[in-house]
């Protein structure tokens, strides 16, 4: 079936439902595709805040935002994307209130804040309150305000269709393939303006917070057709998951004043971050961690995890402001909060990397040309406002301002176009066949073996700590999986929501992005935010102050690099 | 599913149906039998020995207008309560259309004959 | 009619135990008629419902098919009705459900809606209802520069109903919905009562007329069957109640 629109946004979590919203101002007509329904994205689980110098509590000032940002990036970041972001997020927070977003409130009736790791005051003095919040739901109560707006202004969904494809003719992108999963039938959507708003590949590790969906499906098609993926080696291990699960438990519950304890009962962080302590950056901490645990200080028989804990806390503060993490903690560990401590481990949480786009969300396929008609906005993009680690909040800062951008950006271009661009003659040529091979392939490896193998060795030999060594090993055991990827094999024939083929598709992203990140990073002779070389422990500025570049090329995977922009703050030592 | 598109069609369809009070009736009339049933009960097998119970007693009480309309406000309330929770259940479980109405309508008059032959009987004694 | 697959023995690990699940299969592309299907599925301790039904998935009947995402009780795809009641697969232990060595687990999609294969039901209805009560903030007037100012007593008001994750676990248990389609549900009241009780919300006179209508609050028989189910805790069928008390008296 052919479907045709100006605006095409793909994805329905904060980012997505953001540019929707903006897009429809422009007078165009919109639809969102989504895998999921809109309410099911994984904007939902997040849960600390949304930080913006509103400077209810504290005084505060976009400046300090903007240093934070800059600094908690490891100075990757790009300062002009930085200057836009953080004097945008303060309209973007009042906006969110305005469409209905019921934040905490401070006693004199405004929007509450917390503490969170890596925002400070005057430049890295002390611990401010940015991160505005709703309880320990913010994402969820952001994916609903927006969702509900979109039911308000009436847009176009397209639910549980599942994009395979973009149609880029002669270097400008013309609309999408996509996949309904309730009949199998293809779609062919054209249109003037596509939105990549589809989120992350948590998915390539094990222990991660990541949805099961989130397979980084519209990075890797990007990727295919052999257009870059920014700083891939970059991706953040936020440093408190329930242990073995990997459900979130977020910085808020530091920003409240939770503390990490090893088996000493010692309050490790005072050693590594003296300042801020708890709330140093998720890299910092994530790394302390899993020093803590290398040096027999871990908890537990098997020493492989640290304590969260909140025992010193009144129970009436978790109740008022973390009562759905004290919930997690009982419902999938059986621990009581109140006088336990919650059993944490680094889980993989969000990608720096992605699509590269300059901070009109527009989508660059090499160090400074667009490809017209093609933006990007939220995890799936790098823009780069996170450079080498994201702070906690800036990610739903990032879907709301650069939603915002992406939804103006796209309805302006689609504007400026006479009449769309012709598809090409066979637009579902690829996907016919790739799903025809999966399905009738008749191969015998099982994708599930396949992708929890992919999770292990990305664990153990990618994750936090790196090495030349075990980014080789990864390598190996990823070109190994490729191999046995060729032969998997399908056992539901039938159309009707075929998930097992899905799975089976979004397999075959995960090995791409897994194999990106591990040769972007084993190039990256440095240690920088979320990227840790052991052989290499310390940030080289002379060579690799620069963007990581990775093309396809043919079989293999050609690099590049793209300066950073720097404008008002020059990098320093980064200690907190 | 609500069809409404506007406050005015909300109101209007809103107000074509008397939900709320049938629902606020169902509390008021469940309330006031409790305490009439009670009464009826004390009055009839507690107050009164079962020698002094005869036909010419009850005639006489009857003839009495505060009695006779005590009694038919039970009848009436009773009746009503018991006919409007009856209603409720056919709706939620007839779910076909003409069976739906085939059932109210015979339930209806079946009560309302009860409810005629009640009153006749209650107010033919002089 | 009840298939048991014909397998050898699953090995089990001395950290495991043996349960089996007992999951409602329908595939209308197959076999038009809907049939129960036994599988043998190893656990561990903290294993969620969830973890087991991907282990028939993944290493037993790749066709076995059901919504899920986030896999803690966020997202609220995988409702389904678990030994009989309405659950979040993500968000019940196996242990929890009586989940022994030998012990059974039944596994069907949520009642009232129609299934399209095994556990997925055609959400839409569903999602109809819950547009037709206008859930977002209606207002008027110019917007503030800055936040609007709401107190925290106020705010609290509504607290409970924002935590609605449109699961529609209440909605498929609620026993009138099951008997009536056109009745819109706990869910969608739920989150008109997010938005009637809203101090900043100008709109709970158009929400009440329409929660008024003859397939509105007034079905509601009070069963309580959609608080038990809620995975959120939401009290819903106070909600309900409260919902009811603000038409009677004409005031939020």
């Known amino acids: ?576 | 599913m609500i069809k409404a598109k506007s406050l005015t069609d909300a109101r209007s369809q809103a107000g074509s149906n008397n939900e709320l009070t049938w629902w606020i009736f169902m509390r008021i009339s469940g309330l006031l039998l409790v305490f009439l049933v009670l009464g009826h009960i004390y009055m009839t097998f507690i107050q009164v020995s079962e020698s002094d119970a005869t036909y010419d007693a009850v005639v006489s009480k009857l003839s009495n207008p505060a009695w006779k309309f005590y009694d038919w406000l039970i009848l009436v309330l009773a009746v009503m309560h018991g006919v409007n929770g009856a209603r409720y259940s056919i709706e939620d479980y007839v779910r076909s259309r003409p069976n739906r109405f085939w059932v109210k309508g015979v339930f209806f008059s079946v009560v309302g004959i009860i409810l005629v032959l009640g009153t006749v009987g209650l107010f033919s004694i002089r | 009619m009840t298939v048991t697959q014909e397998r050898p023995a699953v090995e089990v690990a001395d950290h495991q135990q043996l349960v089996t699940l007992k999951i409602r299969r329908y595939d209308p592309e197959v076999d038009p008629e809907a049939n129960w299907q036994e599988f043998q599925v190893p656990v561990e301790k903290g294993d969620r419902l969830l973890d087991a039904l991907h282990h028939v998935k993944w290493y037993l009947d790749g066709s076995l098919t059901f919504r899920r995402s986030c896999a803690h009780g966020v997202c609220g795809s995988d409702a389904m009705r678990v030994n009989g009641v309405n659950r979040l697969a993500c968000k019940v232990l196996v242990k929890d459900l009586g989940g022994r060595d030998g012990d059974t687990i039944t596994v069907e999609p949520i009642k009232g809606l129609a299934v399209l294969k095994d556990l997925v039901v055609d959400m839409d209805p569903f999602f109809e209802a819950f547009k037709s009560i206008k859930p977002f903030l209606i207002t008027s007037g110019n917007e503030p520069t800055r936040e609007r100012l709401q107190s925290a007593e106020d705010r609290a008001r509504f607290e409970d109903t924002t935590k609605c994750i449109m699961c529609a676990a209440c909605t498929t248990a609620c026993p009138v919905f099951w008997n009536d389609e056109a009745y819109f549900g706990p869910q969608a009241i739920v989150m008109a009562h997010r938005f009637i009780f809203d101090s900043r919300d100008e709109g709970a006179d158009e929400r009440l007329e329409i929660l008024n209508e003859k397939e509105g609050v007034w079905r509601c028989r009070t069963t309580f069957n959609c608080t038990d189910a809620c995975p959120r805790g939401i009290q819903v069928t106070k909600a309900i109640q409260e919902v009811k008390r603000a038409l009677i008296f004409r005031k939020v």
């Open chain 1, 1 to 576: 079936m052919h479907h045709k629109y100006d605006v095409l946004v793909v994805g329905a979590g904060g980012a997505g439902l953001m540019a929707a919203l903006y897009a429809a101002k422009g007078d165009v007509s919109v639809a969102v595709i989504s895998k999921l329904y809109p309410t099911r994205s994984h904007t939902g689980a997040a849960q600390g805040g949304v930080g913006a110098a509103l400077g209810n509590i504290g005084e505060d000032h976009w400046e300090w935002h903007m240093f934070d940002t800059i600094k908690g990036g490891d100075y990757l970041t790009d300062q002009d994307a930085a200057e836009v972001f953080s004097k945008d997020v303060i309209d973007a927070v009042y906006e969110l209130e305005h469409m209905g977003l019921p934040f905490s409130r401070t006693p004199e009736g405004k929007i509450a804040q917390r503490k969170f790791g890596g925002h400070t005051r005057e430049f890295g003095k002390a611990a401010v309150e940015r991160s505005c919040y709703a309880k320990d739901r913010t994402g969820h109560m952001i994916l609903q305000t927006l969702y509900q707006q979109n039911v308000k202004e009436g847009t176009t969904f397209f639910n549980e269709f599942h994009v395979l494809d973009l149609i880029i003719e002669n270097g400008r992108c013309c609309g999408v393939v996509a996949f309904e999963l309730a009949t199998g039938e293809i779609h062919t959507f054209q249109a003037k303006s596509v939105i990549l708003a589809s989120g992350g590949y948590g998915r390539i590790f094990k222990i991660t917070s990541n949805a099961l969906t989130l397979s980084g499906d519209l990075m890797s098609i990007y990727y295919r057709k052999g257009l870059p993926l920014e700083d891939m080696e970059f991706y953040q291990f936020h440093p408190t998951g329930l242990t073995k699960l990997g459900i979130l438990i977020t910085e808020g519950v530091r920003g409240e004043g939770g503390i990490l304890r090893n088996k000493d009962g010692e309050r490790f962080m005072e050693r590594y971050a003296p300042t801020i302590k708890d709330l140093a950056p998720r890299d910092m901490v994530a790394r302390a961690i899993y020093t803590e645990i290398r040096a027999g200080r871990g908890c537990g028989p098997a020493g492989d995890h640290i304590f969260l804990d909140l025992t010193h806390l009144p129970p009436e503060q978790l109740d008022a402001k973390l009562p759905d993490i004290t919930e997690f903690a009982r419902t999938y560990l059986g621990i009581e909060p109140y006088t336990d401590p919650i059993p944490i481990q680094p889980t993989a949480h969000y990608a720096m990397g992605g699509v590269p786009t300059n901070i009109d969300a527009q989508v660059l396929r090499n160090n400074t040309d667009i490809v017209p008609g093609l933006f990007a906005a939220g995890e799936v993009a790098c823009v780069s406002v996170h450079g080498a680690n994201r702070l906690g909040t800036n990610s739903l800062l990032d879907i709301n301002v650069f939603g915002r951008r992406g939804g103006l950006s796209a309805a302006a271009y689609a504007n400026s176009l006479a009449a769309h661009v012709d598809l090409p003659d066979n637009p579902v040529d690829d996907v016919v066949a790739l799903l025809q091979r999966l399905r009738d392939g008749g191969g015998t490896e099982n994708v599930a073996t396949i992708r929890s193998e992919l999770q292990e060795t990305m664990d153990a030999h990618a994750s936090v700590y790196r090495t030349e060594e075990t980014l080789k090993q990864a390598e190996v055991d990823i070109a190994g999986l490729k191999a046995r990827y060729v032969h998997v094999g399908v056992a539901d024939r039938g159309l009707r929501y075929n998930t097992e083929l899905l799975e089976a598709v979004e397999l075959g992203f995960l090995l791409d992005l897994a194999e990106v990140m591990v040769v972007s990073a084993k190039a990256r002779n440095e240690s920088r935010g979320g990227h840790f070389r052991e052989d290499f422990p310390h940030r080289d500025d002379v060579n690799f102050m620069r963007h990581t570049m990775a093309y396809k090329d043919g079989g293999d995977i050609r690099l590049d690099y793209k300066p950073v922009v720097q404008t008002r703050y020059q990098p320093m030592e980064r200690k907190y």
